[in-house]
């Protein structure tokens, strides 16, 4: 019986593999989806907001994902904090002093800088002194949830900000040499990747390679780009015409470059105010985003050039880039705390996957995993 019955269902799985095989698939080409979407979400206002809440969902989706990469673009700071963890191992109330002591240089060293650190430190002696912490997992634990805190409270709005109109307009900002246009090119990519249509506007007029260095990103990431027709023609002017552009063509998204400049540099920050207004004249509330490039690398030096251009043109969120070649993500803490600006993307190595949308719980298991 147990030999005749295995043989009917041998038998009957074979039929459905025959009538699976024989049956014909018909799949839409990838190539109509993306623009299907669009066409779909440029009808009203209501179902634009859709779809940037759609692509705000998506991003943040990834940034979960990709906690790996944020894993491993902080192992120097993890590496600077695993003094915390032998630190706490043995703990006891007669060390406290000491071992709270050693935890405030550590972070100093991660660059947290004095304010938060002392604030996390006091934070720390207060709930040890009152016994609501009594052994070193809770000691640590209380210190993520301070450090998550910080990020939080000030810092929420990690996602894109684009409004309902198309196109939203981003405009990328920040000294020279801090990564902007590569940041622009990855964050291009990371969008198109998303199901945007994107176009690219070659803001920075002065750098004569600039130009070249964003038609490069333009290739590679499939995405159109709007540059200077004249030697010398002024940013603002670039940025209008590729606004323009985007809302006449139908982009999702204007992505615009601009010079990089000292912050002390009162005439060259006043050009960011007229390359603001050119792009509020074309469509109204725009730019929806100014993110502004912070080298990673210079620590806590990068608070002076976020207040400045902050001052200027109002800074909505922040790009930390060369976090993977520093044991200084300590500084992400200071910068939302300082300012309340939030982090949206932070660069965490040279590849072009490599800028990862910022996610706060993410960020604090890396540093203190």
């Excluded at 990838?30 to 998506?58: D, E, V």
């Excluded at 015409?241 to 010079?259: M, Y």
Aim: hydrophobic residues 40%; glycine residues 8%.
């Amino acid at each position: 019986m147990a030999a005749a019955s295995s043989s009917s269902s041998l038998s009957l799985l074979s039929n459905s593999l025959s009538k699976l095989h024989n049956r014909q698939f018909i799949a839409l080409p990838t190539t109509l989806r993306p623009y299907s979407t669009r066409s779909k979400c440029r009808a009203t206002g209501g179902q634009q907001s859709g779809f940037f809440t759609k692509l705000g969902r998506l991003i943040k989706e990834k940034a979960k994902s990709d906690v790996e990469k944020i894993f491993s673009g902080f192992s120097k700071t993890r590496d600077n904090l695993a003094v915390i963890d032998e630190l706490l191992l043995y703990w006891n109330l007669a060390d406290t002093d000491r071992v709270l002591d050693e935890l405030e240089e550590a972070l100093l060293v991660s660059d947290f800088g004095p304010k938060i650190t002392m604030k996390i430190v006091d934070s720390l002696r207060e709930d040890i002194l009152a016994g609501k912490l009594k052994s070193g997992p809770e000691i640590k634990d209380s210190l993520k949830k301070c450090v998550l805190e910080f990020l939080t409270k000030k810092g929420s709005k990690t996602q894109l900000q684009l409004g309902f109109r198309k196109p939203a307009v981003v405009m990328i900002v920040g000294v020279n040499g801090g990564g902007k246009t590569t940041s622009l090119g990855k964050l291009a990519n990371r969008l198109t990747k998303e199901g945007s249509k994107i176009l690219l506007a070659a803001g920075d007029t002065f750098r004569a390679a600039a130009s070249d260095q964003l038609e490069i990103w333009a290739e590679r990431t499939g995405c159109e780009i709007v540059v200077a027709q004249k030697e010398k023609e002024k940013a603002s002017s670039v940025l209008s015409q590729a606004v323009k552009r985007g809302k006449q063509e139908g982009f999702d998204i204007v992505l615009c470059d601009t010079s990089g400049r000292l912050h002390t540099n009162y005439s060259l920050m006043e050009e960011l105010v007229a390359c603001k207004k050119a792009v509020s004249k074309v469509v109204s509330g725009a730019p929806n985003e100014i993110l502004l490039v912070l080298d990673g690398t210079t620590g806590l030096n990068m608070l002076p050039q976020a207040r400045e251009f902050n001052d200027v043109v109002g800074v909505t969120g922040l790009i930390l880039t060369k976090l993977d070649g520093s044991a200084r993500g300590g500084c992400v803490v200071s910068v939302v705390d300082e300012l309340g600006i939030p982090v949206k993307f932070v660069g965490v190595g040279e590849g072009v996957e490599d800028l990862q949308p910022f996610d706060a719980e993410a960020f604090v298991e890396a540093i203190f995993s």
